[in-house]
């Protein structure tokens, strides 16, 4: 198992409407704790819990979530499907409670693609603040900040193959925001002001939104998954993805990540 060496890394209109109640202010955000890039590298391999890098935020394993070879080290696994939940739940903290600006980001690999109505989306982030998914289709992706200045989900014109590793990422600065495959932006530039909702008291969970409106899991496996409360710029976002290709070649850590908290 690789060693953790880390330098400080540091849908549906019918789910607003699920949850209409607004709270004031993200607890996560810059002005409150600074720059924060929270990371999960999946590494554990044995247990039902996996823990944060930066911050030792806990995530459950709900379902049938197993431990599979990753891009790095290890991954998780999921095939949840209605009535069979699988998913990763980090219960509510104030560090995931981010309404301002937002990077989200993870190296996956959809054993298939999402195929039929929206209900079968592959959920990667899902918290009552904002999502990332794969919608069914082409391989395109989907998010959602809800009650920001543009309603409703946004979808990337790029895409990600069934079968193959892709890093996948949301950028958002609070003004604009964009979708990047593989370290490239697909050419997106969404016009979206903040702040966004602030729900402190719902959990973060990766893998599924199990939700009674909205049962859609990720079939596939999920790895080096992150999360900042700021806008990473384009030159850091490469940076992750070629220090992790690098190191993944040589099969070992042999590298830190840059100092990307400032």
Excluded at 139 to 145: D, H, N, S, T
Excluded at 178 to 201: C, H, L, V, W
Aim: glycine share 12%; with cysteine; aromatic share 12%.
């Amino acid at each position: 198992m690789r060693a953790q060496v880390l330098t400080i890394l540091c849908v549906f209109l019918s789910v607003s409407l699920c949850f209409a109640v607004h709270a004031a202010g993200g607890k996560g955000n810059v002005k409150q704790l600074g720059k924060q890039l929270y990371v999960w590298h999946f590494d554990e391999g044995k247990g039902n819990q996996t823990e944060e890098a930066t911050a030792g935020l806990v995530g459950e394993f709900n379902g049938n979530v197993k431990w599979a070879e990753g891009i790095l080290g290890k991954a998780v696994e999921m095939a949840g499907s209605v009535g069979k939940a699988d998913f990763i739940e980090v219960e509510h903290s104030d560090e995931v409670d981010i309404d301002e600006a937002i990077t989200m980001m993870a190296w996956i690999y959809p054993e298939e693609l999402p195929a039929g109505g929206q209900e079968n989306k592959f959920t990667i982030f899902f918290k009552n603040t904002y999502y990332l998914q794969i919608e069914p289709g082409e391989g395109k992706f989907a998010y959602y900040f809800y009650d920001t200045s543009s309603p409703g989900y946004h979808i990337s014109n790029g895409k990600v193959k069934a079968k193959e590793w892709s890093h996948v990422a949301l950028i958002w600065d609070g003004s604009e925001a964009g979708f990047y495959i593989n370290g490239e932006s697909d050419g997106t530039a969404i016009a979206q002001k903040g702040p966004g909702r602030s729900m402190p008291d719902r959990a973060l969970k990766f893998g599924g939104e199990n939700n009674g409106c909205c049962p859609r899991f990720f079939q596939g496996r999920i790895d080096e998954l992150m999360l900042a409360n700021y806008a990473l710029t384009e030159a850091e976002l490469q940076k992750i993805i070629n220090d992790t290709l690098a190191v993944s070649a040589r099969g070992k850590l042999a590298t830190t990540w840059g100092n990307l908290k400032r």
